[in-house]
């Protein structure tokens, strides 16, 4: 895939660290230059680094998106920086796992927040770069809403309501010329997922090897992702071989999900 995206303009939310960096990363190798957000300035700055090391430009905008605002004030910036944008990646956004009885509106709000409402505004704010230069969407979601348990209950219905606005959006994208797709990964190798791995450890007893083979089989899974994984399909989905893919919501999970279970969107 290098050189499939030469001088292409990519903007990657959550870039600073798991699974956006991967993105900003591959893209970077693929010929984008990139402008790059994220609430951490120290992180992003390392990524930065990253993608000049590729060649490549790369630019910041320190933002937290839950802030009305700052979506536009980020499509303001990357019409500034670069005069166009090729390729949009909602990747930012997480939500806490915990008991139903405990959550509080607060949680379900901030779930929403940034996910949801922040990918709904900056798609909306970034349309018309995209639309002028025949670019591409891509979210990045997540397989709660099809793979809905308890303790993930903000999480899966956030993504549920992602996936539909994002097929909605690609109804517009097919009259506007724009590409829109949503990546749904499984369980990937990010701090989020070490978090988890370290209480399994606790409740078995086990080192990190072992607890690694124990939540594998507990998910029936061939392996956990990585972050370059998801990279790798994204940088396929806009590249000039992947344009064929619209309104699509691929999962990538290792096989956790599986096929015969009735979608939330099919």
């Known amino acids: 895939m290098t ?39 120290a992180a992003l700055e390392a990524v930065a680094e990253a993608v000049r090391a590729k060649g490549r430009r790369a630019e910041l905008h320190v933002a937290d998106l839950r802030d009305d605002g700052q979506t536009e004030a980020l499509a303001r910036a990357t019409q500034e920086r670069f005069g166009r944008l ?46 002028a230069g025949g670019g591409s969407v891509v979210a990045i979601g997540g397989i709660g809403a099809r793979a809905p348990v308890a303790d993930y209950m903000i999480g899966s219905s956030v993504i549920g ?17 724009v590409q829109v ?10 701090d989020r997922f070490r978090h988890r791995l370290g209480t399994i450890m606790k409740r078995t007893g ?30 396929f989905i806009v590249s000039p071989r992947g344009r064929w893919l619209h309104g699509s919501a691929i999962d990538m999970d290792g096989g956790q999900v599986s096929p015969l279970r009735m979608s939330v969107y099919d």
């Open 3 to 41: 050189g499939s995206l030469d001088g292409k303009v990519a903007l990657v939310t959550g870039a600073s660290r798991g699974i956006g960096k991967g993105i900003a990363l591959e893209l970077a190798a693929c010929g984008c230059d990139l402008l790059l957000t994220a609430r951490d300035r």
């Open 206 to 235: 086990l080192d990190e090897t072992g607890a690694i083979e124990h939540h594998r089989k507990e998910l029936d899974i061939t392996r956990f992702g990585l972050p370059e994984d998801v990279a790798a399909l994204v940088a």
């Open 86 to 131: 090729d390729i949009l990646v909602n990747n930012a956004g997480a939500a806490r796992r915990g008991d139903f009885f405990a959550l509080t509106d607060a949680e379900w709000t901030d779930g929403f927040a940034l996910k949801f409402f922040a990918q709904v505004r900056l798609s909306r704010a970034a349309w018309p770069m995209l639309k």
């Open 181 to 190: 797709n949503v990546v749904n990964p499984g369980s990937v190798d990010t």
């Open 161 to 177: 309501a992602q996936v539909a606005f994002m097929k909605s959006l690609a109804d517009i994208g097919k009259r506007d010329g």
